[in-house]
Each structure stands twice: as structure tokens, then as C-alpha cells.
């Protein structure tokens, strides 16, 4: 049990890292992106917070890994909850690993 809280805790940290050594303006992007799809959609997966940077052109000079900061912080405003249901990422770059499918908290009845 002493495992899986240090675990936990080691995630955490990593992930309030990630996003204190992020870019302003990668935040900003990330932020804008989830809130479109979360106003938009009723779920959706980060791959498409990275399509919205893609099809916006919005520049992504920032390790990729700080999105997933962006995405447990508009978790924590309420804006998006997880599920327990996973998809296979369509990005080349990710080898069709497993991706999250989040739930917006802003569209139709929550």
C-alpha cells in the first residue's frame, strides 16, 4: 500500500513540474484547446487537444508531456472528468498507446 501512495505521489509531483516548467504560452494553447473541445464536445482525448493545436496552428515549441498537466489542472476547475475508458491513439508518434477518453463537464446535462 506504502507503494502505490508514493507512486501517487511521485505522479503528482511530476505533473506539477511539468506544468511549472511549461511554457506560458504552451499553457495558454493547452487551456484554449480543452476549453473549445469541452464548450464543443461531449468527450474527447488528448489527441484531439493535439489535433485543435494542429488545425489552429498554434505553435507547440514545449515538451508534449505538459499537456498532460493541462489536462489534470481543467480537471481539478471542473471543466473535464476522467473515464475509466481508454482508446488507442491515432498519433504516430504515440504507437497507438492508450489514451484517456475525458467527459466535458460544460456540454449537456451534467
Known amino acids: 500500500m506504502k507503494n502505490k501512495q508514493l507512486a501517487k505521489t511521485l505522479r503528482d509531483e511530476a505533473i506539477n513540474r511539468g506544468w511549472s516548467n511549461s511554457a506560458v504560452k504552451f499553457r495558454d494553447n493547452a487551456f484554449r484547446a480543452i476549453i473549445v473541445l469541452a464548450e464543443?464536445?461531449?468527450?474527447?482525448?488528448?489527441?484531439?487537444?493535439?489535433?485543435?493545436?494542429?488545425?489552429?496552428?498554434?505553435?507547440?515549441?514545449?515538451?508534449?508531456?505538459?499537456?498532460?498537466?493541462?489536462?489534470?489542472?481543467?480537471?481539478?476547475?471542473?471543466?473535464?472528468?476522467?473515464?475509466?475508458?481508454f482508446v488507442s491513439s491515432e498519433r504516430p508518434a504515440c504507437h497507438a498507446r492508450p489514451v484517456r477518453i475525458w467527459i466535458s463537464q460544460l456540454t449537456g446535462d451534467k
Open 40 to 85: 464543443t464536445e461531449d468527450e474527447f482525448t488528448t489527441d484531439d487537444v493535439w489535433e485543435y493545436f494542429a488545425d489552429n496552428k498554434l505553435e507547440l515549441n514545449h515538451d508534449g508531456r505538459a499537456l498532460g498537466s493541462a489536462m489534470k489542472r481543467a480537471e481539478g476547475m471542473g471543466l473535464i472528468a476522467p473515464t475509466d475508458r
